[in-house]
């Protein structure tokens, strides 16, 4: 009895030890204990054509050339992809591609020379705008912004 008595407040402390570091909370995993992750997006630079004009040079053997301007209107410069279609009834499309560097606000242009006749039914222009990446902080999802589960 001497022993039991001497022996069980030893083993409630050891217990109520044991509870209270099972019920502390753990670091998220997730946000390393942060509350926020981070969320990354591509998005294309914005951009507007100011110019696309269909020219020829010479007399005898013209040459044939498809002028464009492109304002680029992001925080970011870039190269973007011009395509130029030229669309005939009877043999179907010519499509030239060339790259235009544009650095943030401001405006470049491209000459691209092309194989093809200047009296095309229809004649278009494309451009594939570079991709940027933005980082934003978000809550995570995980601990619901608190950092712990």
């Not at 235009?100 to 222009?125: F, G, M, P, T, W």
């Amino acid at each position: 009895m001497w022993r039991l008595a001497k022996v069980l407040p030893l083993v409630v402390l050891f217990s109520l030890l044991l509870l209270s570091c099972s019920s502390k909370p753990k670091v998220c995993t997730t946000c390393n204990g942060t509350g926020k992750i981070s969320q990354s997006q591509e998005i294309p630079i914005p951009f507007e054509i100011k110019t696309f004009e269909v020219t020829d040079r010479g007399i005898f053997n013209p040459d044939y050339y498809a002028n464009v301007t492109l304002e680029n209107k992001g925080d970011e410069g870039g190269t973007f992809e011009i395509s130029v279609d030229f669309f005939y009834k009877d043999i179907g499309t010519h499509t030239e591609t060339s790259d235009l560097y544009v650095a943030a606000h401001s405006s470049a242009s491209k000459e691209i020379h092309y194989d093809a006749d200047n009296r095309s039914d229809k004649r278009e222009c494309r451009v594939k705008p570079p991709m940027v990446v933005h980082t934003t902080q978000v809550i995570c999802p995980t601990c619901g912004g608190k950092g712990v589960i």
